[in-house]
């Protein structure tokens, strides 16, 4: 992978607002939804958050492969990564991704027993258009 295509990356996950994140339901079909992209751990852990009662968090508890898209529209570039969802109800995680306005959804706070973390840590990766291969996550670290 070239320095190029490692900046076209970084350039990529650091302007994106939303990023697609895919589980796979009890029937072995893949799900699909937008989530806000908050925060990472370089290129290897992203983190999300959402409601510990929603279905994605039962999906994740019951198959914790995951998938996750970055992508710019107009440019016609993606950065698929391919890994591990692990939901996290800890209060460090919860208190590293609270954000001001989650008040809005987690009406007791960053203690409401609704409020959880997904952290996701990539495996692998493929870059749109940069190569139809697939690399090891490690190449982007």
């Not at 590293?96 to 989650?102: D, H, Q, S, T």
Request: aromatic share 14%.
């Amino acid at each position: 992978m070239t320095e190029q295509i490692k900046n076209e990356i970084n350039s990529l996950v650091e302007n994106a607002k939303n990023v697609y994140v895919s589980s796979v339901d009890e029937n072995g079909y893949p799900n699909t939804k937008a989530m806000l992209s908050l925060q990472r751990d370089g290129m290897g852990i992203h983190y999300f958050s959402t409601n510990l009662s929603s279905k994605r968090v039962a999906q994740f508890k019951q198959n914790p492969k995951a998938c996750v898209y970055y992508c710019d529209e107009p440019k016609y570039r993606g950065l698929l990564l391919i890994g591990k969802m692990e939901v996290c109800t800890d209060t460090y995680h919860k208190e590293l991704l609270w954000r001001e306005g989650f008040e809005r959804y987690y009406s007791k706070g960053v203690t409401d027993d609704d409020y959880c973390v997904f952290k996701f840590t990539a495996e692998k990766t493929k870059y749109y258009p940069g190569s139809a291969d697939t690399f090891d996550i490690k190449e982007l670290l």
